[in-house]
C-alpha cells in the first residue's frame, strides 16, 4: 500500500470549514484513499473514502486530485466535536486485501 | 445492527492470569481484526480473520491467541503478559472481499501490573 504524508497538526475554528490535507504521490491505479478519525480514547470511525472521483456523505466531502497524488478531506462545518485525530489511508481494496495500516495522521483542533 | 461490540470496556490483570477480550459484530462481515494501540501512536494490526480462518498473524507473541469460534464472535485470549503490553485493545470489522469501510469497537483498556 502506498504511503500517505499529513500535517502532524491543525487548528479551525468552530463553524468554519476545515481543510485536511493528504499527500499520497506513490498511489497505484487500484488503490483507494480512505479517511479515518479517532475522538480520544475511542476507536477509530470511517469517514469516507474514493477512488477516483470526488465523494460527499453526511460527514465529509473528499477531494481527490486528477492525478491522485493528493486529496483533501473537507468538514464543511466544523464542530468542537470533530476535534480528532484524522488519518488518510491509502491501500488496495476487495480481494483478499485485508490489511488497514495506519500512520500518525493529523491532530485536528477545533476552537470556540 | 451497526456496532461492534467489545468486552470488557477495562480491564486489570496479573503476569500469571489468563484472560480474554470478547468482540462481537451483527453486520454479517465476514472479516474481523484485532489491533493493539498505546497512548498517542496509532492502532497497529495484530491478526486478521477473514471467513473464520486467520490470515494475517503481524507477528504478534504466542502469549497472545486469537480465536474466532463462529462469523460473529472473535476473541483474544491473553496468557503470561508483561507490562508494556497494557494498551487500547481494538477490534473491527468488515465486509470481505469490498472496498467497504471498517467498523471499529471502543475499545478495551488494558492495564498489565
Known amino acids: 500500500d502506498a504511503k500517505t504524508t499529513q500535517p502532524p497538526s491543525m487548528d479551525c475554528a468552530e463553524g468554519r470549514a476545515a481543510n485536511l490535507p493528504c499527500n499520497h504521490s506513490t498511489i497505484s491505479g487500484n488503490e483507494y484513499v480512505y479517511w479515518y478519525r479517532q475522538i480520544h480514547s475511542q476507536g477509530p470511525q470511517y469517514i469516507i473514502h474514493?477512488?477516483?472521483n470526488n465523494e460527499t456523505n453526511e460527514m465529509a466531502s473528499l477531494i481527490i486530485t486528477e492525478d491522485r497524488k493528493s486529496s483533501t478531506l473537507i468538514l464543511p462545518h466544523a464542530t468542537l466535536r470533530d476535534t480528532a485525530v484524522y488519518y488518510c489511508i491509502v491501500r488496495v481494496s476487495g480481494g483478499s486485501n485485508y490489511k488497514l495500516t495506519f500512520g500518525k495522521g493529523t491532530l485536528l483542533t477545533v476552537n470556540p | 445492527d451497526t456496532e461492534v461490540t467489545q468486552t470488557p470496556k477495562h480491564l486489570v490483570m496479573g503476569m500469571t492470569n489468563k484472560k480474554s477480550l470478547k468482540c462481537e459484530q451483527h453486520?454479517?462481515?465476514?472479516?474481523m481484526y484485532w489491533y493493539k494501540q498505546k497512548a498517542k501512536k496509532p492502532p497497529e494490526l495484530m491478526f486478521v480473520y477473514s471467513y473464520e480462518k486467520l490470515s494475517i498473524n503481524e507477528s504478534v507473541p504466542s502469549r497472545f491467541s486469537p480465536e474466532c469460534p463462529n462469523s460473529s464472535l472473535l476473541n483474544l485470549h491473553l496468557h503470561a503478559l508483561q507490562p508494556e503490553d497494557s494498551a487500547l485493545y481494538l477490534c473491527?470489522?468488515?465486509?470481505?472481499?469490498?472496498?467497504?469501510?471498517?467498523?471499529f469497537g471502543s475499545g478495551t483498556r488494558l492495564t498489565v501490573v
Open positions: 473491527a470489522s468488515s465486509p470481505a472481499g469490498t472496498p467497504g469501510g471498517y467498523t
Open positions: 474514493g477512488l477516483k
Open positions: 453486520m454479517g462481515h465476514r472479516a
